[in-house]
């Protein structure tokens, strides 16, 4: 009988090896193989198992399985259970399955459920009927990256990107291991195996290169859909003569020559599913006449195919010198690999430590060699290139699971980070300006969480007098002469405790993160529970709260911080972290962390006097802080340093906020302005709610018949959508022009032009009054103008379309969709979006729940933007016929040039 074998290794945390893991290996009627345990370093030893023969697996016709399947169960204590099932096995092959080993809450709480990982049927077996891969329709422009990146990591939405999926992030390398194990056979021939992976490769640096799904506003560079990218099968066991090439391929790729970014490989199994690409059964045969990887790629794509090897890798601290490090060597280098090592080793004690000398003697070999069997690198005890970055990235990623945000490695980002410490040779003082000014600032504001006091600076290589302030402050906490003057003592010293400090923790306010989608709650594990615990932890320092440690494990001292936390904000205190509290918690650590409020005070709470120029302190701080949110989302707002410092710029920053939502625009921050701004903030940072339809319009003033303008359009268009829901009030406009900005000639028999205010908007406002108990006057006055803006918000939340359960397709459906639609119109609605965004460059995808966001909304927009319609984000009639032409060309051609509307195309 055929044999193969199966390894195993158990790691926590993407890394971190754990031993005496209890293995069980089954078979497909779960009678038990092999049991064993992990050793020192999680690993085990290769267990040999029955296979088919290995030709099933080189014959393109075959319909039985050239693998045998297996499952692995795996319990050790502190951790919750592990059950892989479905690991491929192949004659002649070993397959490693790596147990990523979650802790359990160590307090007595219930056992949680297995971690359970189920391994589809290989792609090539069962391709989905779809091809692997869909080229896009050309690079987007203004989208590319600069230069071509070999990223450490890489983010993989686990879906189609319409759908609600998880993301899940690794190792470039994994990906690529992951992909090639899950697409390709690892009986194939080596040139062909080395063809497939350089097109894996590529196809995914492109994805990168010209930020595909960056640009359209997702978090992500790649889908594991076979329907736009590739297959990656998340847990799946990989196979260790794949994961050698991978070793060495990883940072190859194919590019056109004369250009610089990685061709887009489109692929296809070339059996089921054909292409014009590269046909994957079909490098068989072609390594099979003696063809090598590149001739194979060269026969599929062209003779202007050649291959590049980047040494541009994110995040790897020192790329490899050119050659082979062995006994004998010596200088720089080999004191890098020596350092990397002895960090390793505090995760791998079995490895050994090393005198950091430089010299590459016997005892660097035998630790280099634990290095290599531990991680499946070829064992000769050199440091080639794939012994150098397979060590460059076990280190970044043990430096990483350290701390909460990792060690940190001294940033080298010119100029503001640049860490070289070197005095610049002229004194710092008000008025100087520079790099070596942004450099200070820099520093100041890294420090700023260690030392009270301390202001927020902006880094902008200006000395005025806040960053003299922040220095006096630095000067007083180190035993300097306060003067606010940086002379190379203060600069040596700032420098050397801004050392210190990159070298903890990593001090950036990145780490906030979005909702991850589901509830945390006890038993709840990984990256999004030590977001809550971090944001807990510094909350704590301002407020009355339980400090908790920050793990990743959701237990109970977690669960009763997050309760005190509830409790004190006014939220159902029920200890589990749901979208409402995880948004709260984001803005009150933000709100902490930059130093927005003083003592105990709340965020939003407006200081009691007016804020205008010439203010200063943290109500003012606090108050740029969120004009400096909004300016992110509305470019009419221009943005704000938050300094603390009411000067021109912030004045007019209120100014065109006030003027956005209708208010007197004054540049005085008054109660009314204040409560604004920070309603506005909230919305922002907490993506408008979910299903909220967004701001109602902002009316102001009385408004009677003869008026005319944007306040009286605001009217109207608050009338028309509130009639929707209460038939005794009358709609002022046409029922097409919902919230869009119409041109109308002349007015039909039964509603006014927009914007003026007759007869029908005048009898719109007097039902309106009737409705509500208002004295019926057909004039827009105070109480009236309060009540419309409340019934406008209250409508807001009411699902305006959901009763209708019937869409036919590409029909208008006689209503205009616009923010707070729900239902099988807006699904309609956004299944043709995503048709025309699959082939469109600048249109992002919009997820396809039958609701109207914001997201929604903005895809919407490109659309209109693309194709010559006014942009409102609304769909009325021509929206909805352009939407529907772009969707039906997209099925057949490319959309780039046809995404225009109908009538244009007539003329």
Not at 77 to 101: D, K
Not at 173 to 196: D, F, G, M
Not at 426 to 431: A, D, M, P, T
Not at 650 to 663: R, S, Y
């Amino acid at each position: 009988m055929p044999t193969g074998w199966i390894r195993v290794q158990a790691v926590s945390g993407g890394i971190l090896s754990v031993p005496g893991v209890d293995v069980e290996l089954r078979d497909g009627q779960n009678q038990l193989i092999a049991a064993f345990a992990t050793d020192e370093n999680g690993d085990s030893a290769p267990v040999r198992v029955e296979t088919p023969p290995r030709e099933l697996s080189l014959q393109e016709q075959n319909q039985q399985l050239p693998y045998s399947e297996y499952n692995v169960y795996a319990r050790a204590e502190g951790y919750l259970p592990v059950e892989i099932l479905g690991v491929q096995a192949f004659e002649g092959q070993t397959g490693l399955t790596v147990l990523q080993m979650e802790p359990t809450d160590l307090l007595g709480t219930p056992q949680a459920q297995p971690q359970q990982v189920n391994i589809p049927e290989h792609h090539l077996i069962d391709p989905i009927g779809q091809p692997a891969s869909v080229a896009p329709t050309e690079e987007c422009p203004g989208r590319i990256l600069n230069q071509v990146v070999i990223p450490e990591y890489i983010t993989v939405h686990l879906g189609a990107p319409t759908e609600y999926a998880q993301n899940v992030t690794v190792t470039f390398k994994n990906y690529i291991k992951n992909v090639a194990s899950s697409e390709i056979y690892p009986t194939w021939p080596e040139q062909a195996l080395r063809a497939n992976i350089i097109c894996q490769i590529s196809l995914a640096l492109n994805r990168i290169y010209t930020e595909w799904y960056l640009s359209k506003g997702y978090s992500y560079q790649i889908t594991n859909s076979t329907s736009y990218d590739q297959y990656f099968v998340y847990g799946r066991n990989i196979f260790e003569n794949i994961s050698n090439l991978v070793d060495e391929l990883f940072s190859t790729y194919a590019r056109k020559s004369g250009s610089v970014n990685p061709f887009y490989t489109e692929y296809c199994d070339g059996n089921t599913v054909w292409c014009a690409g590269l046909k994957q059964w079909g490098t068989v045969s072609l390594a099979n006449q003696g063809y090598s990887a590149l001739q194979i790629l060269r026969y599929y794509y062209g003779n202007e195919i050649e291959l590049v090897r980047s040494t541009n890798i994110a995040a790897i601290p020192q790329s490899y010198p050119g050659s082979s490090l062995s006994i004998g060597s010596t200088g720089q280098a080999v004191r890098t690999i020596q350092r990397q090592l002895n960090r390793i080793a505090q995760n791998y004690p079995s490895f050994g430590t090393l005198t950091v000398d430089g010299v590459y003697g016997s005892e660097t070999a035998n630790v280099v060699r634990n290095f290599q069997g531990q991680f499946s690198v070829n064992r000769d005890g050199i440091v080639g290139y794939n012994t150098w970055y397979a060590i460059n990235y076990v280190y970044v990623a043990v430096k990483r699971l350290a701390e909460l945000s990792g060690e940190g490695e001294a940033p080298n980002q010119d100029p503001v980070s640049n860490s070289t410490g070197s005095w610049p040779g002229n004194i710092l003082s008000i008025g100087s300006t520079g790099n070596a000014v942004s450099r200070v600032q820099y520093w100041l504001d890294t420090v700023r969480g260690y030392i009270s006091g301390l202001p927020l600076l902006a880094v902008d290589g200006i000395y005025g007098s806040n960053t003299a302030a922040a220095v006096r402050v630095f000067q007083t906490w180190a035993g300097l002469t306060a003067d606010g003057v940086v002379g190379q003592a203060t600069w040596n010293a700032l420098y050397r405790e801004f050392s210190s400090v990159i070298l903890e923790e990593d001090t950036e306010l990145g780490y906030v993160t979005q909702y991850p989608g589901t509830v945390l709650r006890v038993g709840s594990s990984g990256q999004a529970v030590r977001s809550v615990q971090f944001w807990l932890r510094i909350i704590s320092g301002r407020y009355d709260i339980p400090t908790v440690a920050v793990d990743g494990k959701y237990g109970t001292a977690t669960a009763t911080a997050v309760q005190v936390f509830q409790s004190l904000f006014g939220l159902s205190a029920d200890g589990a972290v749901g979208s409402i509290t995880w948004n709260k918690l984001r803005q009150i650590f933000v709100t902490v962390a930059l130093s927005l409020v003083q003592g105990a005070s709340y965020p939003g709470t407006y200081p009691g006097y007016a804020l205008r120029r010439g203010s200063t302190g943290t109500a003012v701080r606090e108050m740029q802080y969120y004009l400096y949110v909004l300016s992110l989302y509305y470019p009419s707002i221009p943005p704000v340093s938050y300094d603390g410092i009411f000067g021109a710029a912030t004045q007019q920053a209120v100014i065109a906020f006030q003027t956005l939502i209708g208010l007197i625009a004054d540049g005085v921050v008054g109660s009314a302005t204040w409560s604004a701004l920070y309603a506005a903030y909230v919305r922002i940072i907490t993506v408008e709610g979910a299903s909220r339809s967004g701001d109602s319009p902002a009316l102001t003033g009385e408004l009677e018949e003869q008026k005319e303008g944007e306040d009286v359009l605001r009217l109207q268009e608050s009338l028309q959508f509130i009639s929707q829901f209460y038939q005794t009030v009358q709609n002022p406009i046409s029922p097409e022009e919902v919230w869009v900005q119409p041109v109308i000639p002349e007015p039909n028999d039964a509603y006014d032009i927009p914007g003026e205010y007759g007869e029908y908007t005048a009898n719109a406002v007097a039902s309106f009054q009737a409705t509500f108990g208002l004295p019926v006057t057909g004039r827009l006055d105070e109480q009236t103008r309060k009540a419309v803006m409340a019934i406008f918000d209250a409508a807001n939340a009411e699902d305006i379309y959901g009763e209708q359960d019937t869409v036919i397709a590409g029909e208008y459906p006689g209503v205009v969709l616009g923010k707070g639609a729900h239902g099988p119109l807006v699904s309609n609605l956004q299944q043709q979006t995503n048709r025309t965004a699959a082939e469109l460059c600048g249109v992002s995808y919009a997820a396809q729940d039958g609701v109207f966001r914001l997201q929604t909304e903005h895809t919407v927009k490109q659309v209109q933007d693309s194709s010559g319609l006014p942009v409102s984000g609304a769909v009325t009639r021509d929206t909805w016929a352009v939407l529907q032409h772009c969707a039906n060309h997209a099925e057949t051609q490319n959309c780039s040039a046809c995404c225009v509307p109908a009538e244009k195309e007539r003329k």
